[in-house]
Structures are given as structure tokens and as C-alpha cells.
């Protein structure tokens, strides 16, 4: 079977979340089944220098894209990775200018640009996938250009498949401005498709329309975005196309995140081993943070982009009342300065305690999963969230809200059965996030043996890809029976 992907961002090249993450590993994971996969994604100015040089060059074309027919430079660079093909799309008038996202009004038409020359592309490489899966708003347009300009040519034989990774961003703007920018036929500007009000357009939801097959990165997430609730505006037209949507829960790279070969870990370790070295890492983690180094402490990490999503508020909130001699809270974020500023006062009110690294910061990342205890996620929505599994993969004990991805990964602890991977509440509430710690406190402090039994249940859980590539794969067959 032949898949191909789009989407703005494709680990190792560049990451922004966790779509750079799926980009990565869901394509290594198909191929590892014996699919033939093609990633399609720009070729940024960001991209380093060590992986821009190693392109070769697959040949080029021009293309017609706006309204009014102006035509745009389409170049081909090719790499091959573990039996994966990237296709970097090139044009420096779109993508010449560093980051990825710039702004709404200049990444509309680069992602116009990007959906349209990858179907060109898979023409003109003479290579007609069985599947073209796109990713979030920015590839939105495949499907309706696959079923208009493209009609009857190769490429058009493809089926499509739109996953959802996170609905808060829909590439909306004003109507003039997405017909001149994609060039799509007037018709498609109606209301059950492009059309999200009187002035403005909505890239996700015209693709959400024309899609084969909807997919978000979690059962729960495709329930709820079917309520106003988490809809995002959108869940009228969800439940519309509610028949086609399902949800297949993200896995991660388990050789990338691997405790036992990690090298940025002071020590190294798998389920056996965890309580020993675990202690090493925590006292790493605290002198190179400047806590108390103190083992018998517990540590609670949080990675995160400090964003409304993902339920700072609460944190915020409760965090005084979890600063008690034994406690200690380690935050790894940047984003809005509202989070930063108030996790780096609590990091001046309690020296020694708290540590706030307002930065982004991959190895210190790895650091806190193997040097905390347990791991912060008290989300507002989480589509999937990746943190909790790799926390679970490295021995912290997840603490989440019940919501999207985060409510079908962790199993509340049950006492009973001595099962479960994590503590959990359900309503958005300061008040139940405070339970929840203090319940995951008690347990360390009062019956450590229970404890480390979940954390060796944890680390031997399967979070990888590949029973998620296989619900992939089941997916894709079924579109072309
Ligand atoms: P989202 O995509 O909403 O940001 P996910 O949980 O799906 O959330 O993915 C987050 C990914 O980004 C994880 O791999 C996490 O380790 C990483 N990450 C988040 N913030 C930071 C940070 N400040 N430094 C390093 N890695 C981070």
C-alpha cells in the first residue's frame, strides 16, 4: 500500500508539538508494516543545515494556484530515512522567511500553496498513492483540491484521510482572501463546506467536509469535539460527518524515548532497575536545578507549552498549598507570559522548591520524565498529549484530567485491584486537581510499595505505534476494498 503524507511539520526537521512527533513516527511505523510512504512538507529556512544539505534535488515545475492564474515555482528536494521518502517542498517566496507560522494572514497562502503542490508533486513524480492523509488545517485543502483541480488527473484515484490534531486551530480568514489564495472553485464557498460566516472562510471545516475519512488522535477527543463544549465552533459539522470521524489514539517513538539507551540521563534504566536509578536521576535533576537535593522528596514535573489548553490556571491555583517540606515542582514551558511570570514568582516564593525553566529545551525534557516522580497534565482539552505516555515509559506516575487522549491512556488508580497508571479528576477544577496530587502524595508517602508497582506497570505498558499504525492500516484497507 502506498501512503502518502502532508502536513507543516515532520520531526526531526521541524517540531513545533505533537503533530511533529506523528509526522515522524506514524510514517516509520506504516513502513516497518510494508507500506511505501512519501512525507510531503516545506522546505523552511528553519530546517538545519545538516539535513538541507543532504537533499537531492527530484526536479521542477511551475504551477497556477490563485484566482487569478499566477503561477508559482514548485522544486522537489528528496531525503530517505528508514525507508521513508520526505519530499521538501521548495519555494522561497513562501517559505524562505524562518519559522513555520508567521501569522494567519501569511500562513494561508503558504499552506494554499503547500496542499495544492503536493498533489502537483505526486503527479508529476509519477506516484499515485492508494492513501493521501493529511494533517490539521494546514493540509485541510488536499481533499478539496484532490476532488476539483485534480479531477481526472492520476493523483484523483487517491482516497483521502484528514486527522485532527488539534481543532482549536482552523485556518479561518476572509472569504476574498482564501479564493484568491487557493484558487478553489466558487461553489466550494458555500456553507456546508468553505464558508464559516458572512465574511470569513474556514480551511478545516471545508476539508472536514470533503475528507474520505475523518481521524482525530483519540476516541475521547472524537467524542467531545462533537459537543459545543469542545467543538471549536465545529461540532454541528462534525456530528454532520460524525459517520466518517473515529479516533486512533497516538503512540510514541519508544527507541527515541528510551530510558534504558537514553544519553542525556546522569543514569540509565529499565523496569528493574527504575527505583535505584530513578534516585540518581532525581538528585541529578535537582543540583543541576538548584532544588534540595533530597531523594525522599517528591518530585512533580510539568512539560509543557504554558498555553490556556493545558489547565495552568489550576496549577496556578493550588500551587502554594502543595509546597509542604516534602514536595518539590519542577516546570519546563514557555508561552503565555501570564504562566511564566506566575511560575517564576512561585519559584522566587519558594526557593529550593520550585524551579521554573521558562524555556524550550529537549534535553532537560528527558531529564524531568527520568528525574520526577510523578507528572503534571491537568489539561483544559488534550486531543492525545504525549507527555503522560513518555512519563509512563520513564517511570513518573501521570497525574491528567479526564479529557481527550489523557482520559484514555491513564487508568485512575484503583486501590482494590492494585491497577490503574495514574490519579485523575474529571471536572475543571482547582480544588479536584489538588485531590488528585494529594491522593498521588499519600500513596508515595504511606504505601511506597503500591507505588513502585505502578511505576514498573507504567514503564512495561505498550504506548508505542504500532498497534496505532495497525488501526491506521485497517483504516486505509477499508477505503480501498
Ligand atoms: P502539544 O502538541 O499540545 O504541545 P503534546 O503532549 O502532544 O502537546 O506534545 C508535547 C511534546 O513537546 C512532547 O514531546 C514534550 O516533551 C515536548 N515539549 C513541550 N514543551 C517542551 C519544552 N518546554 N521543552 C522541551 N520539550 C517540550
Not at 497562502?109 to 495544492?116: G, M, Q, T
Not at 475523518?214 to 462533537?226: F, G, H, L
Not at 489547565?311 to 493550588?318: F, Q, S
Not at 519542577?330 to 503565555?336: M, N
Request: contains cysteine; aromatic residues 12%.
Amino acid at each position: 500500500m502506498k501512503i502518502a503524507f502532508i502536513g507543516s511539520e515532520c520531526y526531526p526537521f521541524v517540531k513545533t508539538g505533537g503533530l511533529g512527533d506523528v509526522m515522524y513516527a506514524l510514517p516509520r511505523a506504516l513502513t516497518r508494516e510494508g507500506c511505501e510512504t512519501r512525507v510531503f512538507l516545506p522546505l523552511y529556512q528553519c530546517i538545519p543545515g545538516k539535513y538541507r544539505e543532504n537533499l537531492t534535488w527530484k526536479g521542477s515545475f511551475m504551477m497556477d494556484l490563485t484566482m487569478d492564474g499566477n503561477t508559482y515555482f514548485v522544486g522537489i528536494m528528496e531525503t530517505v530515512m528508514d525507508g521513508v521518502i520526505y519530499d521538501f517542498i521548495d519555494n522561497r517566496e513562501f517559505y524562505d522567511w524562518g519559522n513555520p507560522y508567521t501569522g494567519l494572514w501569511e500562513d494561508i497562502p503558504k499552506y494554499c500553496y503547500l496542499s495544492k503542490a503536493a498533489l502537483a508533486a505526486l503527479n508529476y513524480l509519477e506516484w499515485v498513492p492508494d492513501v493521501i492523509h493529511c494533517h490539521d488545517w494546514q493540509a485541510a485543502l488536499v481533499p478539496l483540491y484532490l476532488r476539483t483541480r485534480f479531477y481526472g488527473t492520476p493523483v484523483a484515484q487517491a482516497k483521502s484521510v484528514l486527522t485532527i490534531h488539534n481543532l482549536r486551530f482552523q485556518g479561518i480568514c476572509g472569504i476574498q482572501h482564501l479564493k484568491y489564495w487557493s484558487g478553489l472553485p466558487d461553489g466550494l464557498f458555500d456553507y456546508p463546506v468553505l464558508k464559516h460566516n458572512e465574511d470569513e472562510a474556514n480551511m478545516f471545516k471545508g476539508g472536514l467536509a470533503y475528507a474520505d475519512r475523518i481521524t482525530t488522535v483519540s476516541a475521547t477527543y472524537a467524542r467531545e469535539i462533537q459537543t459545543p463544549d469542545y467543538g471549536e465552533g465545529l461540532d454541528a459539522h462534525l456530528r454532520y460527518h460524525a459517520g466518517k470521524l473515529s479516533g486512533i489514539v497516538n503512540g510514541i517513538d519508544v527507541d527515541l524515548w528510551n530510558s534504558e539507551t537514553d544519553q542525556l540521563l546522569a543514569a540509565r534504566y529499565n523496569a528493574d532497575t527504575v527505583l535505584e536509578k530513578k534516585a540518581l536521576n532525581k538528585r541529578a535533576l535537582q543540583q543541576s536545578l538548584g532544588l534540595e537535593e533530597d531523594e525522599s522528596k517528591i518530585v512533580l514535573g510539568l512539560v509543557s507549552r504554558l498555553t490556556d489548553q493545558k489547565g495552568l490556571d489550576l496549577v496556578d491555583a493550588v500551587l502554594p498549598q502543595l509546597i509542604d517540606g516534602n514536595t518539590q515542582v519542577v516546570v519546563l514551558g514557555t508561552g503565555d507570559p501570564r504562566y511564566e511570570n506566575a511560575f517564576r514568582y512561585y519559584e522566587g516564593q519558594f526557593p529550593g522548591s520550585v524551579c521554573a525553566y521558562i524555556s524550550y529545551n529537549e534535553g532537560l525534557a528527558h531529564q524531568i520524565y527520568a528525574g520526577s516522580d510523578a507528572l503534571l497534565v491537568p489539561s483544559l482539552f488534550e486531543p492525545c498529549g504525549l507527555t503522560q505516555l513518555i512519563a509512563m515509559r520513564y517511570g513518573a506516575v501521570p497525574i491528567v484530567r479526564e479529557t481527550g487522549g489523557l482520559k484514555d491512556t491513564v487508568l485512575p488508580y484503583d486501590d482494590e485491584q492494585n491497577a490503574g497508571n495514574g490519579f485523575t479528576f474529571n471536572w475543571y477544577d482547582s480544588g479536584l486537581l489538588l485531590k488528585a496530587i494529594n491522593d498521588a502524595k499519600t500513596l508515595y508517602f504511606n504505601n511506597r510499595g503500591r507505588w513502585d508497582e505502578m511505576v514498573r506497570r507504567n514503564m512495561q505498558k505498550d504506548v508505542s505505534w504500532e498497534q496505532s499504525a495497525q488501526q491506521y492500516l485497517e483504516l486505509y484497507k477499508s477505503l480501498i476494498r
